[in-house]
C-alpha cells in the first residue's frame, strides 16, 4: 500500500497549520530560544516530526525511519560531505601560512575602514564561495578573515551570515535553479531570469545591512558611492549572466568583477571620515612578522589555489559534465500526494562524484601549490574533524527530519490551506513557504523541489504571472539560509560558537524576516504594477 498524505488530517485549517509548523517551532525553540546544538535540536525536531507523523498523519513507523536514514545520508552525502572538505581547504591555507599573507594582502588593499572591509569580504569575496561551495562555508572563510580584521567575532559571523542570502539561489553552479526548472518544467533560462529579477533588485538590501551593522546610517552615507559603484558592478553581471546564459555561473562571474571593480575604484575614492575597529587602528601592524616577499609569495599562492578550485568544481559538477548526473543507486519511498493527486517519489541518488568529491579533489590538486607537506596534511585534516564533527551530526539529523516532514506531507499540508488567502495574501506568504523549507534543510534546492509545482499550480488558480510565484518560492528560501542549522553548523565550524548556533541563529532571525518582508513586497509591487516581467 502506497501512504497517502492527508491534506487535512484533522479537517480542521487551524490545527492542521499549527501541526504541520510545530516540527519547524520546536526547532526554532531549541535552537534560539534555549541555545541548544543545532545537532540536538535537530534531533529533537525529528522525534516530534515522526510522533505528529504516526498520530496525526497516519504515516507507518518503520516508513519514517527508513526515510529518515535515507534523508541522513543524502545530508551527509551533499552537505557534510562538501563543507568538510571545503574545510580541510580553509585548514590547510591556514597551516601553510598562505592564509596570514592572503589577510595582510587584502586587509592593507582593503584600507582600514571597517565599512569597506564589511563590503568587500563580506559581500564580494562571500559571494564566491557561495557559487561554489555554499551550505555555510562561506561564512567559514569570510568570519575569520574579518576577525583578523578586528571584528568581534559574533559580529563577524553576522555580517558573513547575512550577506550569503541573496547569492544562495545561483550557489553550487545554480543547481537551485537547475532543480525548479526540472521539477515544473518551466524552460531553464527564462526560471533562472525570472529568480534573478527579484534578486538583483534584493540583493541591495544585504549590503545596505552589512555596512549597516557596523557602523549605523551615518556608515551608509559616508561610503554611499562605493555602495553604488559595487552593488551595480555586481548586479549587472549577476543578472545578464542569470538571465542570457544560465544559473551556472551568477554568483561567480560577479563576484569577481565587483571585486575587481570595486578594488580599482578604492584607488580614486576614499571616504573622508575613517572608521576603525578599536582593536586594529593600524593595519600595517597585521603581519609585520612577514617579509614583503613572503606576503607576495603567500597571495599568489592562495589566488593560484582558488583558481584550481574554480575550474576544477565549475568542470566537475556542471551540467556539462557526466560526472554531476552519475548514479551508483537510487534509494527512497514512494507517497501519493492529494495536493498533486498522483504518486511522488521520495529519494536520495548516491553518486561517488558528488560535489564534496569535487572539493576534495580540488584540495588534493592544490596542496603543491600551497606547499603542503604531510604533516600540514594530517593537522589540517584533525582540526576539521575537531570543528565540524557538530556539523556532521548536524546534517545527519536535520535533514534526515526534512525527509521524513516531507514524505508525510506536512509542506503541502501548509502549502494546500494557504491557496485559500485571496491574490495578495497569498503573494505576501509565497516568499516565506520558500524561506520555511530552506531555514529547515538548509538547501534552496530542497525547498524549490519540495513547493515549485504548487506554487506554479496556485499561479495557474489565481491567474498570476507564470513565473511570479515560482521565483518568489526561491529567492524566498534565499532569504532563510542564516537561520538554517546545517547551514549555521558549517558557518560557525571556525569560530568559538561552534555547537553553540543557536546564539548566531536568534541574532541572524529577525533580519532574515526583514529580508524576506521586503521581497514579499517587491512581488506584490511587480503583480500590481509590472506583471508582463512575469509572463
Known amino acids: 500500500m502506497v501512504y497517502i498524505q492527508y491534506l487535512y488530517p484533522l479537517s480542521n485549517v487551524s490545527l492542521d497549520i499549527?501541526?504541520?509548523?510545530?516540527?519547524?517551532?520546536?526547532?526554532?525553540?531549541f535552537l534560539m530560544v534555549l541555545k541548544m546544538s543545532a545537532w540536538k535540536a535537530a534531533l529533537i525536531a525529528g522525534i516530534a516530526t515522526v510522533i505528529l507523523g504516526v498520530g496525526i498523519w497516519h504515516a507507518d513507523l518503520i516508513n519514517l525511519g527508513y526515510e529518515f536514514i535515507t534523508g541522513a545520508f543524502d545530508g551527509e552525502l551533499y552537505v557534510a560531505w562538501i563543507v568538510l572538505w571545503g574545510l580541510v581547504f580553509f585548514n590547510t591555507l591556514v597551516y601553510t601560512g598562505n592564509f596570514e599573507a592572503f589577510k595582510v594582502w587584502v586587509a592593507r588593499n582593503a584600507t582600514d575602514?571597517?565599512?569597506i572591509q564589511a563590503f568587500l569580504i563580506g559581500w564580494t569575496f562571500n559571494a564566491l564561495w557561495e557559487g561554489l561551495v555554499g551550505f555555510g562555508f562561506p561564512w567559514a572563510i569570510v568570519a575569520p578573515i574579518l576577525v583578523a580584521l578586528g571584528y568581534d567575532e559574533s559580529k563577524a559571523l553576522k555580517v558573513a551570515a547575512l550577506a550569503n542570502t541573496t547569492p544562495t539561489n545561483y550557489g553550487g553552479l545554480g543547481t537551485p535553479i537547475l532543480i525548479l526548472a526540472e521539477v515544473t518544467g518551466l524552460p531553464l533560462l527564462a526560471v533562472s531570469a525570472a529568480a534573478a529579477k527579484f534578486l538583483t533588485i534584493l540583493s541591495i538590501a544585504p549590503i545596505l545591512t552589512v555596512i549597516y551593522l557596523v557602523d549605523g546610517f551615518r556608515g551608509i552615507r559616508d561610503i554611499f558611492p562605493l555602495i553604488i559603484v559595487g552593488y551595480i558592478s555586481f548586479a549587472i553581471p549577476f543578472y545578464l549572466v542569470a538571465a542570457y546564459v544560465g544559473p551556472f555561473l551568477p554568483d561567480i562571474v560577479a563576484s569577481l568583477v565587483s571585486?575587481?571593480?570595486?578594488?580599482?575604484?578604492?584607488?580614486?575614492?576614499?571616504?573622508?571620515?575613517?572608521?576603525?575597529?578599536?582593536?586594529?587602528?593600524?593595519?600595517?601592524?597585521?603581519?609585520?612578522?612577514?617579509?614583503?616577499?613572503?606576503i607576495d609569495r603567500g597571495v599568489l599562492r592562495t589566488w593560484i589555489a582558488f583558481f584550481v578550485m574554480i575550474v576544477i568544481v565549475t568542470a566537475w559538477t556542471g551540467p556539462w559534465s557526466p560526472l554531476a548526473t552519475y548514479k551508483l543507486f537510487v534509494i527512497g519511498l514512494k507517497a501519493y500526494s492529494q495536493l498533486y493527486h498522483k504518486i511522488e517519489t521520495y529519494y536520495m541518488i548516491f553518486n561517488l562524484f558528488a560535489p564534496g568529491t569535487a572539493i576534495m579533489v580540488s584540495w588534493l590538486a592544490t596542496l603543491p601549490i600551497l606547499g603542503a607537506d604531510l604533516s600540514t596534511i594530517v593537522k589540517s585534516l584533525k582540526t576539521t574533524i575537531r570543528q565540524y564533527w557538530g556539523g556532521i551530526l548536524t546534517a545527519f539529523f536535520a535533514v534526515g527530519m526534512a525527509f521524513d516532514f516531507n514524505y508525510i506531507g506536512m509542506p503541502y499540508t501548509l502549502a494546500?490551506?494557504?491557496?485559500f488567502l485571496g491574490a495578495i495574501a497569498f503573494l505576501f506568504i509565497s516568499p516565506f513557504l520558500g524561506w520555511l523549507g530552506c531555514a529547515l534543510t538548509g538547501s534552496d534546492t530542497v525547498s524549490n523541489t519540495l513547493f515549485g509545482v504548487f506554487q506554479l499550480a496556485v499561479a495557474s488558480i489565481l491567474h498570476f504571472p507564470t513565473y511570479l510565484t515560482v521565483a518568489l518560492n526561491s529567492a524566498g528560501a534565499a532569504t532563510g539560509k542564516p537561520v538554517s542549522p546545517t547551514t549555521l553548523a558549517a558557518g560557525v565550524s571556525t569560530s568559538s560558537y561552534?555547537?553553540?548556533?543557536?546564539?548566531?541563529a536568534r541574532a541572524n532571525l529577525p533580519w532574515t524576516i526583514v529580508?524576506?518582508?521586503?521581497?514579499?513586497?517587491?512581488?506584490?509591487?511587480?503583480?500590481?504594477?509590472?506583471?508582463?516581467?512575469?509572463a
Open 18 to 29: 499549527i501541526f504541520a509548523m510545530t516540527p519547524i517551532i520546536v526547532l526554532f525553540i
Open 113 to 115: 575602514d571597517v565599512r
Open 259 to 294: 571585486f575587481g571593480v570595486n578594488m580599482i575604484f578604492l584607488r580614486y575614492w576614499r571616504p573622508k571620515r575613517i572608521v576603525r575597529l578599536t582593536t586594529n587602528n593600524n593595519l600595517n601592524s597585521i603581519g609585520r612578522n612577514l617579509t614583503k616577499e613572503e
Open 416 to 419: 494546500a490551506n494557504t491557496r
Open 498 to 504: 561552534a555547537r553553540r548556533e543557536g546564539i548566531i
Open 515 to 534: 529580508f524576506c518582508t521586503i521581497l514579499a513586497i517587491i512581488g506584490i509591487l511587480m503583480y500590481l504594477f509590472a506583471p508582463y516581467l512575469f
